[in-house]
């Protein structure tokens, strides 16, 4: 007896992300990798891409820094939100678990 599978097409395909998308992050919001700086005395968070440097406040920078300890995925920044993505191991999510650390604006240096 001949194979009689479904041969209709998927009614949508998946967008695969671009470079500049994290995994779980909307199309509009770009994010880069960076490597952020954080010291933990003044609660500051240290952020440079290409187009500039910047330094942030943040409240729990500790937060921040065992997030990063733990991270399994280059660290994202979103200049326009003001946004660092960190993933992180997490049992049962293949992909690990997204943190977001919203940053306050530029820290008076």
Not at 44 to 59: C, H, L, Q, S
């Amino acid at each position: 007896m001949p194979y009689q599978g479904d041969t209709t097409p998927a009614a949508s395909t998946p967008k695969t992300p671009s470079i500049l998308e994290a995994p779980g992050t909307p199309a509009k919001t770009p994010t880069v990798p960076v490597i952020p700086a954080v010291d933990l005395f003044l609660g500051t968070v240290t952020i440079t891409t290409k187009a500039r440097t910047g330094k942030f406040a943040y409240p729990e920078p500790q937060l921040i820094a065992q997030a990063l300890a733990k991270a399994i995925l280059p660290t994202r920044w979103c200049e326009a939100s003001r946004t660092l993505t960190v993933t992180v191991a997490a049992v049962g999510k293949r992909a690990g678990l997204q943190r977001h650390f919203t940053l306050s604006r530029d820290h008076p240096s």
